[in-house]
């Protein structure tokens, strides 16, 4: 995330004024939602509104197979709706006014466990995610639906898994950002041992933070606990986005310090330079 530091001058009276202007770049931190399986991007607006309240630029969409292509819903893949995520990661950070450079990913369930296989494929900053689920990587090309015929899915989720074990846990072995995880508390869909399983898997993260939402089942279906979930996630995404923010600011104000020291430093050089110069030529003249 880029901060500009511009010298300007302006004037009051008969002078003129020195200064320096510091602003946010053009291009915006942006954040792409992913929702969950059998969900719609209906799910994610509230969220984005406020993210766009902070400054970024947001982009919801649906995945196939949901809302209006509901008809795919039997026959689609995981690698499908990989592939629909990576069109709208791509298409977003074409955008003019997406810095792509500060991207946010934030998954609910199924959509979390693609976002973390993503971050694998294209560059993402920030990486939060909401009850994450997890999939055995056996099957990826089978309809995603026939997932949940395995008889073993269920004890796989309650079985501590290795991150080499894994796509989506190597792909969080990975990842060098900021991590979020949210558990929901009376998740019946689940365990607690998924979410073991991935923040076990964040080792080289920047950051990882994990809040669990009292009282919340897998879909958040009460308003309160949708209502906590939002204020965990803007909380989160405010000191990532500020402080990036910040530190670029830091970073332009000591870039400006190190010149103006130098610029100092050479100008001292060359005066004493000239003095010891003047003085053996007066001494000669002598």
């Known amino acids: 995330m880029d901060v500009t530091l511009e010298h300007i001058g302006f004037p009051v009276d008969s002078d003129k004024l020195s200064g320096t202007l510091l602003a946010p770049a053009r291009a915006l931190p942006g954040v792409l939602f992913v929702h969950g399986w059998g969900g719609s991007q209906d799910h994610d607006l509230a969220r984005a509104r406020d993210a766009a309240g902070l400054g970024c630029v947001c982009l919801t969409f649906d995945l196939r197979g949901h809302e209006g292509d509901a008809k795919m819903l039997e026959r689609v893949t ?93 792909a969080c072995a990975e990842f060098q950002g900021d991590a979020l995880i949210v558990e929901a508390e009376l998740d019946q869909i689940i365990p607690h041992q998924v979410i073991e399983n991935y923040m076990s898997a964040f080792t080289r993260a920047r950051s ?22 939002t204020t965990v996630l803007v909380k989160w995404l405010t000191e990532m986005v500020v402080g990036a923010r910040e530190h670029a600011a830091r970073e332009k104000v000591a870039e400006r310090k190190r010149v103006r020291d130098g610029q100092s430093s050479a100008s001292s050089s060359s005066s004493s330079s000239s003095a010891s110069t003047h003085a053996v030529a007066d001494g000669m003249t002598r």
Do not use: C, M
């Open 208 to 229: 990882r933070t994990s809040r669990v939402i009292a009282g919340a089942d897998h879909g958040f279906s009460e308003k309160p606990v949708q209502r906590t979930y």
């Open 78 to 170: 995981r690698q499908q709706n990989l592939d629909d995520l990576l069109a709208a990661y791509d298409w977003f950070v074409r955008q003019p006014n997406v810095d792509e450079n500060a991207i946010t990913v934030v998954g609910i369930s199924y959509g979390a466990y693609l976002a973390t296989i993503l971050s694998s494929l294209r560059p993402v900053r920030w990486l939060a995610l909401r009850t994450p689920a997890l999939y055995k990587d056996e099957g990826w090309e089978l309809p995603k639906r026939q997932l949940h015929q395995d008889p073993d899915l269920i004890p796989f989720r309650h079985r501590q898994v290795a991150w080499q074990d894994n796509r989506a846990l190597r």
